[in-house]
């Protein structure tokens, strides 16, 4: 008994700590897809580039693993705010198809630049030594990076859910994803709006891609590997939603950690079949608005 809840303990900690990352990834493209209507399946990019940025800072550049990480965010942001604006808004009236082929192609793209630029194998983890070790709690022991991972995460979603309730352009966001008409009529930039949310989400993509280099590698099929996970939790959660991607990718996260860990011959079927339970009881997601 006491080895099954030391398991578990284990499994709850570590499936939250993935769940983290993956919230810092999907929820940029959760407000995006939200936002612009545009079914941007090259998210998984701007996540890898912030992985591969931070890595490289680090090791090629000496850079101290904040600055790494702050550098990974500001450089990715605004390389997508300049993709956003000559490149994705030249398809915002275009049908899903052309979106998808759009964003699956820059996927192609961006997966033989890296592998030409990196190789095929995944890059080394350079976590600061104030990082390493085990922080015990509860009589039990947990990597310190990850329970960093978890803290950090956590602010950053209250500071997301702060800007977005409770500033103004967090309102100018919430009335734009409501009625886009409207908000433009009220004399709201939108074109300018979509290019700092796309920012922002593709940065805080980067962030994830870098925090999480410890759990998920970067390597040059990231996006590929990882875009089902990313969707599933913006699909689960509910487009244009802060607290939707939050509790779904908190819930992936721990499922598919407990499910590879006790049943790891079923790798994530189950996964797929919550998913596809959930979307049949709500295909809106579950904090998605009912159309």
């Known amino acids: 008994m006491q080895d099954f809840l030391s398991s578990l303990v284990n499994v709850a900690f570590h499936g939250i700590a993935y769940g983290m990352i993956l919230y810092l990834i999907s929820v940029g493209l959760s407000v995006t897809m939200g936002l612009m209507g545009f079914a941007n399946l090259a998210h998984g990019v701007f996540a890898m580039a912030g992985g591969y940025m931070m890595l490289s800072a680090m090791s090629g550049l000496d850079v101290p693993f904040p600055l790494a990480i702050v550098g990974a965010f500001v450089a990715v942001a605004l390389a997508s705010m300049v993709l956003e604006r000559f490149l994705y808004s030249r398809l915002y009236s275009a049908g899903e198809l052309e979106q998808v082929l ?4 820059l996927i192609f793209m961006s997966v033989a630049l890296a592998r030409l630029v990196y190789g095929p194998l995944p890059q080394p983890v350079f976590i600061p030594g104030y990082l390493k070790g085990q922080i015990h709690l509860l009589g039990s022991g947990f990597p310190a990076y990850r329970v960093f991972l978890i803290v950090f995460s956590v602010a950053l979603a209250g500071l ?17 994803v409501d009625y886009r008409l409207m908000a433009q009529s009220l ?18 993509a980067a962030l994830g891609g870098a925090l999480g280099a410890e759990i998920i590698a970067v390597q040059p099929t990231y996006p590929f590997e990882h875009l089902v996970y990313f969707l599933i939790v913006v699909a689960v959660g509910g487009l244009g939603s802060l607290r939707g991607p939050f509790v779904a990718a908190l819930l992936i996260g721990v499922f598919d950690t407990a499910c590879k860990y006790w049943v790891p011959e079923f790798g994530s079927f189950f996964i797929y079949v919550a998913t596809i339970a959930v979307l049949l009881w709500r295909p809106e997601g579950l904090f998605g608005k009912a159309t």
């Open 102 to 105: 759009f964003t699956i192609g």
């Open 160 to 176: 997301l859910w702060f800007g977005v309730e409770r500033t103004r352009w967090g309102a100018m966001v919430r009335a734009t």
């Open 187 to 204: 004399g709201i930039n939108t074109a300018r709006l979509f290019t700092l949310t796309f920012g922002l989400g593709s940065g805080l």
